[in-house]
């Protein structure tokens, strides 16, 4: 038979111990437990005020007003939309579509798997028994990648994400993943009235925020495609020339000035569409006289020849020239530090004193493999004086080369500014750009060498340590023409006084005497240089 008798009879024993536990420990309990489960729900909704209030409004017309008003309604706010986007398709896709598709991913893509992939990534961590795994704070959308924000949990550090970013990808559907410590924007610049305001509450917006990571995931490659020529400026701005295609969708912008620039990548890696690409964005400024364009082409003229009446100077044949050109140049240089000497302490280029770009088409062929030691030697002590102290002085060197060997490799840290297109070796990435640039996503030799990804490339930008991959623009050879034609450059000569060549024997190595202008040569290159006259 069935025993139906309480194990303790509350009421025999006079104790009302239910009524008191449930009055001050479960009621309590429950309380706590709702206001807590309603406090975690308050930033929610202040992150999703816009989608609660469109539902809650679409609940409310369809409570008064039945379904048929909801779906007109529904309708003309759609033929609106579809109006805004047909005439000003740049704010709808700003305002509306593009955060649409935000609010979608962030919810079907991201906040769905986001707890299993950053668990199974080993992003997650454990303490006192909990599971803690780092917030996800907002999803941002370009037409090419997604943005997403989240904060570390405490013990961790970007690193860790530099690593699973690989993982990463995959686990979210993309098969590029960059990991961004630190924000990518900088705060705009305010003037006007309320510029005080604004500029304190930027302060606040922009802090430092050390625990936030972003994650860019490349939806859709815009890379596949080539990117035609830009415009030509009508005024080059030396501080953000226009170059490439980067893939958030952003153009590249080259910081010319006080910089000398590098570019390496395998034959055929589409070099030649970096240096073309430079020139068509100094293209006014070739015609006006404000940038002098010189050229060595040691590969016989068969890259830079098309546009030769771009080039102030050119030579391609003979290898003596060539080394006269660089030494010319250095000429240039001394003749203009004189002048500059304690007026000012970087170039801005005028008329009177324009940009000096000296394109070198093989820099290796100049450095490593001339046959005649002296002229080789003679070559390398230039070079080495221009990059050491032309850049300030407006006396820019653009070097391209093929292979990143030994002899380019220490020159390497001269050029503060570098492109690594196509690499055939893994270990050259961190030769190029630095060490650890391929860790930080620079995969120059994934790059397909399909014809069809010609002009791709890795850049390191002048505000953040992580590569950014980026697609050149493709001048055509018509293009060069007309550009060659309509930008031909200036006749006017060059106004500094190249001093005349000394009367001394010639010494192999340019050595700053004592009493010389200008900085004397680092000791990594002077060793260079006695290796290379001993060679
Ligand atoms: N940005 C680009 N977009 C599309 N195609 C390109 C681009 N750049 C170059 N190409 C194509 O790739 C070919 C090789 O380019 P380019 O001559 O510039 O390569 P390179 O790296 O300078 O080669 P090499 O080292 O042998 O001189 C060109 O003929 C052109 O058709």
């Not at 999803?139 to 699973?164: I, S, W």
């Amino acid at each position: 038979m069935k025993n139906n008798a309480p194990l303790v009879n509350f009421r025999r024993l006079s104790i009302p111990l239910p009524w008191w536990l449930v009055m001050w420990i479960v009621i309590p309990y429950l309380l706590w437990k709702t206001a807590r489960a309603l406090a975690r729900l308050v930033p929610v909704a202040g992150r999703n005020w816009r989608s609660l209030t469109l539902t809650a409004g679409g609940l409310w017309l369809w409570h008064q007003h039945g379904w048929l008003v909801l779906v007109l309604v529904l309708v003309a706010v759609a033929g609106l939309g579809g109006l805004w986007w047909w005439r000003w398709r740049g704010s709808c896709e700003r305002f509306v579509v593009l955060p649409l598709l935000a609010w979608w991913r962030r919810l079907f893509v991201y906040t769905w798997h986001w707890r299993e992939a950053l668990t199974v990534c080993r992003l997650a961590e454990r303490f006192d028994g909990r599971l803690t795994v780092p917030k996800l704070l907002g999803v941002r959308c370009t037409f090419a990648t997604d943005e997403v924000l989240l904060r570390m949990p405490r013990g961790q550090n970007p690193d860790l994400y530099h690593k699973a970013a690989a993982n990463l990808a995959y686990s979210f559907n993309s098969r590029t993943c960059r990991v961004y410590p630190g924000r990518r924007t900088h705060p705009p610049v305010r003037s006007g009235r309320w510029a005080p305001l604004l500029r304190a509450v930027d302060r606040v917006r922009y802090r430092d925020r050390p625990r936030l990571v972003w994650l860019v995931f490349i939806r859709r490659d815009p890379l596949q495609r080539t990117v035609p020529a830009f415009p030509v400026p009508e005024e080059p701005d030396f501080t953000a020339l226009p170059l490439a295609l980067r893939e958030d969708l952003e153009t590249f912008l080259l910081r010319l000035l006080a910089t000398h620039l590098l570019i390496v990548g395998a034959t055929r890696s589409g070099k030649g569409s970096v240096q073309w690409s430079l020139i068509r964005a100094l293209a006014s400024g070739i015609r006006s006289g404000l940038v002098r364009l010189w050229g060595i082409d040691p590969k016989g003229g068969v890259e830079l020849s098309i546009g030769r009446e771009l080039f102030s100077r050119y030579e391609y044949a003979d290898p003596a020239p060539m080394v006269d050109m660089l030494e010319e140049l250095v000429g240039i240089m001394r003749a203009r530090q004189a002048r500059m000497q304690g007026k000012v302490r970087v170039h801005a280029p005028t008329l009177d004193e324009p940009l000096y770009v000296l394109m070198v088409d093989e820099m290796l062929a100049l450095v490593a493999l001339l046959l005649d030691i002296e002229l080789r030697n003679r070559a390398r002590a230039a070079l080495a004086l221009l990059l050491t102290q032309g850049a300030g002085l407006g006396i820019l060197v653009v070097g391209s080369t093929q292979d990143p060997r030994k002899e380019v490799v220490e020159l390497r840290d001269f050029f503060p500014t570098r492109v690594a297109m196509r690499l055939n070796e893994p270990n050259q990435v961190d030769l190029v750009l630095g060490d650890g640039a391929r860790n930080r996503g620079a995969l120059c030799d994934q790059i397909p060498a399909h014809p069809s990804m010609r002009g791709v490339g890795y850049v390191v930008l002048d505000d953040r340590p992580e590569p950014a991959r980026v697609r050149f623009s493709y001048v055509t050879d018509d293009e060069i023409r007309a550009m060659a034609q309509t930008y031909a450059a200036s006749a006017t000569p060059a106004v500094e006084k190249v001093p005349e060549p000394r009367k001394e024997p010639r010494r192999h190595t340019y050595r700053p005497g004592r009493h010389a202008a200008g900085p004397l040569l680092p000791d990594s290159l002077a060793t260079l240089l006695d290796g290379g006259e001993s060679a």
